[in-house]
């Protein structure tokens, strides 16, 4: 089948075709049902479009947008001259309060056909600004020899190239106007063949890019990249294999200067590596952090245990008022991070473990022998392990909180916990991480009954 595939993909576009569009995929792509489904770029639920079908695969096709006939009442003129090449957002066509009520609409679609559970109370959206607010970001470079140039921005949506921007509305604007400028200064460089990407860590004092080197740099790139950085204040990382190879551009300067972000509302400043995770949205984070601690409400008799806590965002302001609070990261920098930044800011009633938590093992682990009146969970994109969801319910908590960064895998796990372990779900709402996009971050509490 992969090879009929191949030959379907390659048979060149259909004919013109007009239907309305149902809903919206994963990716921001209009549905088109009616014989053999069809997923077009650029249209939204409720339109009318005409459209041409480009790539066959077995279970759907894909199409592209030809005309919009009848335009949804959302439908706005994206800010970006490059959307719908530039694979950084999805989503700039659609108004942005529209772009919420899809992901509300989403999640609970999720919460009833998957999970099958009534949510007793509907959380409000948590949003933020809906441009310049991309703190984390990776981007990629490219030397284009027939453009003369390296071209540096997020890769195309739908081919394997950097799309050619001169700046992004959608990154933090101390980067989003560097584009063209890191584009003149890789161009200068002896290495411009040799940086094919750019990680980006924006903090409260100060932004820091991170260049993946495959060649070393001489040392008139090193001045040239000295001085970029000092008339643009920015400091500058060198990166030539995995996470251990990061190096200050400097020689002797520590290789991981402290970043920092600060969480107002519990007194905290976290520090964190260029890069560390950290959630992309600063503004949703903190009211992320204010809701986890607000729906949770922990007391000073409370025991808490923050599963995938990471540098600690949670944690820390969890055991602001909770009695005791207990963290467990797979990544070890991360825990070590956290440690720190628990000292930093003179909290004592933490303690952080390393864990796998996609092991089963970790279930014999002594952190999890204790008692615990509340859990919070943050797992990666496919969720957590059923292994680790009937641990959760072994210890008998009071409340669960689920924070997940994928609608699916949320229902899935809260299906398990209801269904098969007893627990109510008592609230869910969306949080607006990534305008223009169609990520969908959500929250969702648990209580016994």
Same mark, same amino acid.
């Given at each position: ?128 600004? %809906? ?19 390296? %071209? ?90 995995? !996470? ?81 609070? %207990? ?52 797992? !990666? ?25 994928? !609608? ?42």
């Amino acid at each position: 089948m992969k090879g009929r595939e191949a030959l379907q993909a390659a048979a060149g576009h259909g004919q013109a075709e007009t239907a309305e569009v149902i809903g919206l995929t994963h990716e921001g792509d209009g549905i088109v049902r009616g014989g053999k489904t069809v997923f077009v770029a650029g249209a939204l639920p409720g339109e009318t479009v005409s459209f041409q079908r480009t790539r066959r695969h077995r279970q759907h096709d894909e199409g592209r947008l030809l005309e919009v006939l009848r335009a949804a009442p959302e439908r706005v003129r994206p800010r970006c001259a490059h959307f719908g090449i530039c694979g950084g957002c999805a989503l700039q066509h659609l108004a942005p309060e529209a772009q919420r009520a899809l992901k509300e609409q989403e999640l609970r679609d999720n919460l009833e056909r998957v999970a099958r559970a009534e949510c007793r109370n509907w959380l409000p959206p948590l949003c933020g600004p %809906v441009w310049g607010y991309r703190r984390r970001a990776r981007l990629g470079a490219k030397y284009v020899a027939k453009k003369g140039k390296v %071209v540096v921005g997020f890769r195309e949506r739908l081919a394997p190239y950097v799309t050619d921007v001169g700046h992004c509305d959608v990154l933090a604007p101390q980067v989003g106007a560097l584009i063209q400028p890191l584009s003149d200064l890789l161009g200068a460089l002896d290495i411009r063949q040799y940086v094919p990407q750019i990680e980006v860590a924006v903090a409260d004092n100060a932004t820091a890019l991170v260049l993946r080197v495959l060649r070393a740099p001489s040392e008139q790139d090193r001045a040239k990249l000295r001085d970029f950085a000092a008339r643009h204040s920015i400091r500058f990382h060198l990166q030539s294999g995995g !996470p251990d190879s990061i190096e200050a551009l400097t020689a002797g300067e520590p290789a991981d200067p402290s970043l920092s972000y600060a969480l107002s509302d519990f007194d905290l400043t976290l520090d964190f590596a260029p890069t560390d995770f950290v959630q992309v949205n600063g503004a949703v984070n903190g009211a992320m952090v204010r809701r986890a601690v607000e729906l949770l409400h922990p007391t000073p008799e409370s025991r808490v245990l923050d599963l995938y806590c990471g540098l600690g965002n949670f944690t820390l302001a969890l055991a602001r008022s909770a009695g005791s609070v %207990v963290g467990v990261e797979g990544e070890a920098g991360l825990v070590e991070r956290a440690r720190h930044n628990a000292r930093r800011n003179g909290i004592s009633n933490v303690e952080f473990h390393v864990g796998n938590l996609s092991s089963a093992a970790q279930l014999r682990a002594g952190w999890l022998n204790g008692r615990y009146t509340h859990v919070l969970l943050d797992p !990666p994109r496919v969720g957590a392990a059923p292994e680790m969801l009937s641990a959760i319910a072994a210890l008998a908590p009071e409340r669960v909180l689920y924070v997940a960064c994928h !609608p699916g895998s949320l229902a899935r796990d809260l299906g398990i916990l209801v269904h098969e372990h007893g627990f109510t779900l008592e609230s869910a709402g969306v949080a607006d991480m990534f305008p223009h996009t169609a990520h969908v971050e959500s929250m969702a509490l648990l209580r016994r009954p």
